[in-house]
């Protein structure tokens, strides 16, 4: 089984990605919820976390000590719970019980000059004209202007901004929040390449599941192509904005928790937990997503299985069938009349607009009158016995191309028929020739045992009499099928044919002097009208005579004793006709058309000789010489034409005619 066709390996990877992807997030969303700039060595006075939120806290609490210390200093009485304040603040804030160091200082008017790595240096003077340096090794410094009051002012004459510097100790002598956030910060540095080697190595690897899972979507074992099942199907645009609105809902309470999660609170580590989960329901949303978009894309309906496509297709087919069952006459009269109203509204304008629906309706007819073209060559095609032709239809207008398209399927309907002709009468050509081969071997047997018999001393009449009758009965059929077979090939055009110049009027004359004594015997007379000088027509000596042929064996068979046979020749601009007329003895009460049937006979009894072929082989042999069979009945008169190509008279004089008498009776001969 193919890799990309396993269901089990298929729901494993996406299981995988999902988690590949959830513990990238996690990784990432905590090693940003623990990034402290304040800390960082790049420090440039970014905003901080962790320690600078404590720091702010400590921050309020030494405003209000310095507030309180100003109310005392300005002789104000304070209340009990305001010294009590004042004592839980120092002691809060003493050098014992934390980390943080402070100063109040009022800043010189060359102002402050900073160091790298966060540590700075400041000549200050404190109250009472005091100078003092802050600490060369501060782990951090942290500063506020203090807005002062009248009172402040009165302390500080000489009108300078006070600052409040905050720093601490880098020994952490104090076991407080300070001391255990900086432990926790320093114990994610330790970890943080590891973390970020481990966010690495899980992106890549769901994103190669991602890889896989795109070109695994939408095989099946034993299913050739893509399978799209219920979930693709869905409308996309209707998936893909539910499946954002839950991406959108799980991020945003992700961020929630996340943002408040440091370092300082270990105790959070549960919600970093629901947000791995949270995370998780995201990457399967954001895969499922991208999964059917791709099994979409390699089946070619992504944009085709949205609902605005749909509606956007649904308002196109009512529109075209608006347009559709309107004529085409009334759409060229409503497009007339709109071209004239806009020239009438248009009349007293610079004219730059008509100018260009101008253009565009000149284009457009242009265009049209171009496809017409196009259509009626196609259609001179496919009429002149090229039905495969196919007219191209691209860029067409609608009425041009729904007849263009008409014309092609009724070219393929005729190649389709021809095609299903040929095969018929491929069949039964084969048919014919299969069960003549068959009938010949036996047949030819019956034939020389018959001969056989004649030749014995039989002195009963009676069985000479039974001998006869099948020796006559034996040659019949012998003939039937060997007409058969010919009627076959000449209906498929199996014959080889070998067009040459003959004399027509030399070849009637052969034929009916062959046939005469034969006519006589049936109580019949040939008339033949034949013109003096050569008529020359371009046809096979052989096939032409078996034409002459049958026909006059079917005089000698079907006519009335005791009538004529007119055998006449016509000649023409580019053709020569040569006509054989006769009065049945039967009836003809059937359509000219049917007796070239096969097997179609003129007496219905079918008591006379003949097999009912030698008509439809005449015309079969014509047509193969490019000639002209036709049969015409009325009454009981019978008239068969034969016409034929005119050929040019040779060049050469006596010679030339002696030597095209030759070959004409070499093809009677043959």
Same mark, same amino acid.
């Given at each position: ?192 390449? !590891?973390?970020?080697? @481990?966010?690495?190595?899980? =992106?890549?690897? $769901?994103?190669? &599941?991602?890889?896989? %899972?795109?070109? #695994? *979507? ?53 919600? !970093?937990?629901?947000? @791995?989960?949270?995370?998780? =329901?995201?990457? $399967?949303?954001? &895969?499922?997503?991208? %999964?059917?978009? #791709? *099994? ?68 457009? &007819? ?76 036996? &047949? ?227």
């Amino acid at each position: 089984m193919k890799l990309r066709e396993n269901p089990a390996r298929k729901a494993l990877a996406f299981l995988a990605a999902v988690a590949a992807f959830a513990a990238t997030a996690i990784m990432g969303w905590y090693q940003l919820a623990n990034y402290d700039a304040l800390w960082s060595p790049d420090y440039n006075g970014g905003d901080g976390y962790s320690i600078l939120y404590l720091e702010q806290i400590d921050e309020g609490n030494i405003v209000r000590l310095l507030d309180l210390y100003g109310q005392r200093d300005a002789g104000v009485e304070l209340a009990l719970y305001q010294e009590r304040e004042i004592a839980r603040l120092e002691q809060k804030l003493s050098a014992e019980n934390t980390n943080l160091r402070w100063q109040l200082l009022a800043l010189e008017e060359e102002g402050q000059q900073g160091q790298d790595e966060g540590q700075y240096q400041q000549r200050t003077v404190l109250h009472g004209n005091t100078q003092q340096r802050l600490p060369d090794q501060a782990l951090g410094v942290y500063w506020t202007r203090y807005d002062t009051d009248e009172d402040w002012a009165q302390i500080n004459p000489s009108g300078n901004p006070l600052e409040l510097v905050l720093w601490l100790d880098p020994d952490f002598p104090v076991a407080d929040q300070y001391q255990q956030a900086f432990q926790s910060l320093d114990q994610w540095r330790e970890d943080r390449e !590891l973390l970020l080697a @481990g966010t690495i190595v899980c =992106a890549v690897l $769901g994103v190669i &599941l991602t890889a896989y %899972l795109c070109a #695994a *979507v939408g095989h099946r074992p034993g299913r050739e192509g893509i399978y799209l099942n219920w979930f693709h199907r869905v409308p996309a645009d209707l998936l893909l904005l539910l499946l954002g609105t839950g991406v959108a809902i799980s991020l945003s309470m992700a961020w929630e928790i996340a943002r408040f999660y440091t370092y300082t609170d270990l105790s959070m580590s549960g919600q !970093l937990v629901f947000i @791995g989960l949270l995370t998780a =329901a995201c990457a $399967g949303l954001c &895969l499922g997503g991208l %999964l059917t978009v #791709a *099994v979409r894309c390699k089946a070619h309906t992504l944009w085709r299985s949205t609902l605005v496509w749909r509606a956007c297709a649904w308002l196109w087919r009512l529109c075209r069938q608006a347009v559709r069952s309107v004529s085409l006459v009334w759409k060229a009269v409503v497009a007339g009349l709109a071209y004239v109203l806009f020239t009438i509204l248009n009349f007293n304008s610079s004219g730059g607009l008509w100018l260009l629906v101008s253009g565009a309706a000149i284009a457009f &007819l242009g265009l049209w009158a171009f496809h017409w073209k196009k259509i009626r060559a196609g259609a001179q095609q496919i009429i002149g016995g090229n039905p495969e032709h196919h007219i191209d239809t691209r860029y067409m207008p609608g009425d041009l191309k729904r007849h263009a398209d008409e014309l092609n399927n009724l070219g393929q309907a005729i190649s389709t028929a021809v095609e299903d002709r040929m095969r018929s009468e491929h069949f039964k050509a084969e048919l014919i020739t299969n069960v003549s081969h068959d009938l010949k071997t036996p &047949l030819t047997s019956i034939i020389n045992y018959v001969d056989l018999l004649k030749k014995e001393h039989i002195d009963n009449p009676k069985a000479m009499e039974y001998i006869e009758v099948l020796a006559r009965k034996s040659q019949r059929l012998k003939k039937l099928t060997e007409d058969l077979v010919e009627a076959s090939k000449a209906s498929t055009g199996s014959l080889t044919v070998t067009l040459e110049r003959l004399d027509l009027g030399q070849l009637l004359d052969q034929a009916s002097a062959e046939w005469l004594d034969r006519l006589e015997a049936k109580g019949l007379s040939l008339v033949h009208t034949l013109p003096a000088e050569p008529v020359w027509v371009l046809a096979d000596g052989r096939h032409l005579w078996r034409v002459l042929d049958n026909l006059l064996s079917n005089c000698a068979k079907y006519a009335l004793e005791g009538t004529r046979i007119y055998l006449g020749l016509q000649t023409y601009t580019d053709s020569a006709a040569f006509s054989l007329k006769n009065i049945s003895r039967e009836e003809l009460n059937i359509p000219a058309q049917r007796l070239l049937e096969r097997f179609v006979r003129g007496d219905e009894s079918r008591t006379a000789e003949g097999s009912g072929l030698g008509l439809s082989i005449a015309q079969s042999l014509t047509e193969l010489q490019h000639g002209r069979f036709e049969i015409s009945i009325d009454g009981d008169l019978f008239k068969a034409t034969v016409t034929l190509p005119r050929a040019p008279a040779p060049q050469g004089g006596p010679d030339a005619l002696e030597d095209q008498g030759e070959e004409a009776g070499a093809g009677q001969e043959g």
